[in-house]
């Protein structure tokens, strides 16, 4: 059988690792998973009960390809309530969580070999995504030289370096990095995307978890970029998949002829569920006063076990850590951890594969108790 090439990207190692977590506590292990952002708490209560009275009506089937009118219009109210941005409800494509999103942003933007920029460390899924359509990266270190953020000046060096750069994908508040990125700093990026004719991708899933710094949408500063947000993290709706991108009017029939062979819709339940939990902010808020705990915890601890902070830990629920006074091989590190403290957390190779052997994330997603638990199992494993 002759397999195609897309198939061979490097895996997604945070879900390898939550996949052996998965098997150990299945088995009876006393596991502590942080490897992904995985909210500890429940959808919020109006969520579910939405979902509830939706299923005692026994029809849950397709909607339009880009969601649930009721929906899209609620999103717009979102950015109108939080941001002071109006934005045109036929702007708004709901998505099957923002797996879908980034898709369907890169299918309907690039051809094989353009070019788009992203940040290292950064998300894994970018890279493998646009490598299995032929799309190629070009990865711009960050770091406290540059803020941890892509900025115009490190974009005109790639492109003088690599050639033209169709895209920019940006993240903020960032994964693995907790990076905010301002609103002066992003407004000069989407002004450059801007000026040179460069499509502009806005990942905005963190939204809500942001600790210290100003929390900015790309909506600010023009209707050209792509917003892409989840329910998955502040709305603690992972498993429901379902998400939004805002698009610009040009890109709407466009996203929505491929959603519709892609995705057909997102489900109609999660929709129904989504709408009711953009108003559960009160108690979506404490959750995230929960977050900051942990992350208070984790900035004292783990660098007290030896791990030192790699880079800010303003926004999202991650520590990205420098694990090298222990290892020089986090894929190791990550395995042996887990199999002798059961304590599992993401090797850096999977945002970082320059520099990611010495550096590991670690996600507070999860309860007080189960950092404090996790952060005692390191500290007696490492002695």
Known sequence: MKLSRRGAVEPFHAMDVLAEATRRRAAGRPVI????GQPVHPAPKAAL????????????????SLGLPSLRRAIAGF????????????????????SAGFNLAFLALFDAGDRVAIARPGYPAYRNILAALGIETVEIEVSRD???TLAPAALEAAAAEHGRIDGVLLASPANPTGT????????ALSAWCRDNGVAFISDEIYHGLAFVGEEATALEFGADAVVINSFSKYHCMTGWRVGWMVLPDALVRPVERIAQSLYISAPELSQIAAEAALGATEELDAHRDAYRRNRDL????????GFSVASPMDGAFYAYVDVSRFTNDSMDFARRMLAEI????????????????????????GSYEEMVTATERIGAWLG
Request: proline content about 5%.
């Open 49 to 64: 009960a939405a979902a509830r009275a939706a299923l005692d009506t026994g029809r849950i089937g397709y909607t339009d």
């Open 33 to 36: 998973s942080m490897a992904v």
């Open 79 to 98: 950015y109108r309530d939080r941001h002071g941005v109006s934005v045109d409800p036929a702007r708004i494509a709901v998505t099957t969580g923002s």
């Open 146 to 148: 540059n803020g941890f």
């Open 180 to 187: 905010v990125t301002g609103r002066q700093d992003l407004a």
């Open 298 to 305: 984790l900035a004292e601890r783990l660098p007290a076990l």
């Open 342 to 365: 059961d304590v599992a957390a993401t090797p850096g190779l999977d945002f970082d594969p320059v520099d990611g052997r010495h550096t590991m994330r670690f996600s507070y997603a």
